[in-house]
């Protein structure tokens, strides 16, 4: 017998900037819409075990896209005419959110995003909080400088490699190794320079270190960050969340993919917050059960020496 | 090495008794097929220089000599730094060479050319992973 995720993908024609982007997305259950962002350089794999956990699908309805340029979504057709490397930059990717929102028109989701997707939280919680009901902040801080940086574009090294290499010490050790290098797959499948564009966001164009005291706080914000994150480490988050109003912090023994990396990991420590949001917005909750059932998801799966001194040093040859 | 153990220094034995770890690996010859550089480790101010082709180690040698042509790039750390990368679970920040490297935590020095240094980061990570099993 044949087995099939449930999740559902199509694409959706959204209007940002003057262009037309054709975006893919990946959706399932009912309930509170969730909108789910993929960190730099990647696509909405990444949720694809919220996606499928009957837990969360019974009361919200999970929605995770690919940004522009990533995943299954193209570039704009005149990416060829460019005449700067590509960039996010934290105008375009406030917009574009909001734009994919309302395409879909979702009534104040839920945002979720990690990494960048966690710092774009903030973002929009300064110059679009109406649109949203709550923020799930992952991995997110204020700034995080040290990333846009030339060796993930360059000609002489290959990109996916060294992009999805400069990730994986981001990850927990313990985490799952085959989760692990799925992560690392993903990252490996980037298109050439995406990586470091969306690091321009990242670690050059958005600095809320002095802006996120002027977050109104009517939107709450839970930021969630794993110990092994050596991006935006705990005390990062930490000095973050103390300066925005209504937010939670949560620091738990993960990395900076916890959905991917470690999914029950994940379902641990975002099943309370998950329960907050449900307890705060009751009428909108899913038609199915509505309790957490506490169901996990499932863990993944000499040579002879020859040794000479030379001029008074030891040298060992193989 | 235990779990939680530190190690006290990184002599030439500890070294060779990596290398031999990284030229018995398997996996190794694949990843780093064009992993040809020399390279030096450098464990407070004791340096070893690491000759590696075709992702095996050929020579290791402490110290460098005025014939130890073609090193590309150093990479230098405090041994405290080394002993926490090499524990088998290494702790938070100390659990690659660029976390380590990052400008946030300037725990390793990239000295020299830093392209092969970027080239070969998946064979080179593999290779210094294996650390942990000396």
Redesign the interface.
């Known amino acids: 017998m044949n087995t099939h995720d449930p999740i559902v993908g199509r694409y959706v024609y959204v209007q940002c900037e003057g262009k037309t982007y054709r975006t893919y997305y990946e959706e399932h259950g009912e309930g509170i819409p969730m909108v789910c962002l993929h960190t730099a350089g990647t696509d909405g794999r990444q949720y694809r075990h919220q996606l499928c956990d009957p837990d969360i699908s019974q009361n919200f309805r999970v929605i995770a896209f690919d940004m522009p340029w990533h995943g299954k979504s193209i570039p704009p057709s005149d990416f060829h005419l460019m005449e700067d490397e590509y960039k996010l930059t934290t105008k375009f990717y406030c917009e574009f959110i909001i734009a994919f929102c309302r395409a879909l028109e979702l009534r104040k989701p839920v945002l979720m995003g990690q990494s960048m997707g966690g710092n774009v939280c903030l973002a929009l919680a300064l110059r679009y909080e109406s649109e949203f009901s709550a923020f799930i902040a992952l991995e997110a801080c204020d700034h995080s400088?040290?990333w846009w940086i030339d060796?993930l574009h360059?000609p002489?090294?290959?990109g996916g490699?060294?992009v999805?290499?400069?990730v994986?010490?981001?990850m927990a050790?313990?985490s799952p190794d085959d989760y692990r290098w799925e992560t690392w797959w993903y990252y490996a499948q980037g298109g050439p320079g995406i990586f470091k564009g969306d690091l321009y966001f990242y670690s050059v164009d958005s600095d809320f270190r002095d802006q996120c005291q002027k977050i109104s706080g009517k939107v709450p914000i839970y930021f969630l960050t794993g110990?092994?994150?050596?991006?935006c480490?705990p005390e990062m988050t930490q000095r973050t969340a103390e300066k925005v109003k209504n937010s939670e912090c949560i620091i738990f023994g993960g990395g900076h993919f916890p959905t991917s990396e470690d999914p029950a990991k994940f379902k641990e420590v975002i099943t309370p917050v998950l329960k907050k949001i449900l307890s705060a917005d009751p009428e909108r909750r899913g038609q199915g059960s509505n309790a957490f059932s506490g169901r996990s998801i499932p863990e993944s799966r000499?040579?002879s020496?020859s040794e000479r001194p030379?001029?008074g040093?030891?040298?060992?040859?193989? | 090495m235990s779990r939680y153990g530190s190690r006290s220094s990184f002599d030439?034995e500890w070294i060779?008794r990596w290398?031999?770890k990284v030229?018995?690996d398997r996996i190794l010859p694949v990843i780093g097929r064009f992993f040809t550089s020399k390279f030096v480790l450098g464990f407070d101010d004791t340096e070893y220089l690491v000759d590696v082709r075709a992702g095996?180690?050929?020579?290791?040698?402490?110290?460098l000599?005025p014939?130890d042509m073609g090193v590309e790039f150093w990479l230098k750390a405090p041994s405290s730094a080394w002993s926490k990368f090499s524990m088998e679970?290494?702790p938070?920040?100390f659990?690659?060479?660029?976390?380590m490297a990052?400008?946030?935590?300037k725990q390793l020095i990239i000295e020299g050319n830093?392209?092969p240094f970027?080239?070969n980061?998946?064979a080179l990570?593999r290779m210094l992973s294996l650390m942990r099993q000396v």
Do not use: C
């Open positions: 400088p040290g060796p360059h002489h090294i290959h490699e060294v999805a290499t400069s994986f010490g981001l050790p313990l110990e092994y994150d050596f991006a480490t000499s040579s020496r030379a001029e040093r030891k040298v060992i040859e193989f | 030439l060779e290398a031999r030229n018995d095996k180690i050929q020579k290791i040698a402490q110290g000599t014939n679970v290494p938070p920040m659990n690659d060479i660029w976390a990052h400008p946030l935590h830093s392209l970027w080239q980061l998946r990570t």
